[in-house]
Nanobody, 127 residues
Framework: QVQVVESGGGLVQAGGSLRLSCTVS????????IGWFRQAPGKDRYGVSC????????YYADSVKGRFTISRDNSKNTLYLQMNSLKPEDTAMYYC????????????????????WGQGTQVTVSS
């Protein structure tokens, strides 16, 4: 049984930083692309940042480029998202997800390509 557990969310002032973590068990972590997605109330869930199986290829949504950094530690089955210069519009529930299958190159960017989801961690940025 695959389990995905996020942590690290919280309340922070604009301009502050948070580091999200995601631990995945029940699959061979190093074989899967992993992604961070977010969903604000009344809006669709979309990909914030994704990383391929080896960490050699990453994707960032335009809204977070230069502020967020994704990384993974395959020895610890853990994914990270360092979020700096946070803005009120970053407020959302953040979800970690593992891809449906092995992707040899760039990580997939769409939620439909991810099969294993965590429960989410709330990030709230106050102005």
């Amino acid at each position: 049984q695959v389990q995905v557990v996020e942590s690290g969310g919280g309340l922070v002032q604009a301009g502050g930083s948070l580091r999200l973590s995601c631990t995945v068990s029940g699959l061979t972590f190093a074989n899967y692309a992993i992604g961070w997605f977010r969903q604000a109330p009344g809006k669709d869930r979309y990909g914030v940042s994704c990383i391929n199986w080896s960490g050699s290829s990453t994707y960032y949504a335009d809204s977070v480029k230069g502020r967020f950094t994704i990384s993974r530690d395959n020895s610890k089955n853990t994914l990270y998202l360092q979020m700096n210069s946070l803005k009120p519009e970053d407020t959302a529930m953040y979800y970690c997800a593992a891809a449906r299958r092995w992707y040899p190159g760039e990580p997939p960017r769409l939620a439909r390509d991810y099969n294993y989801w965590g429960q989410g961690t709330q990030v709230t940025v106050s102005s």
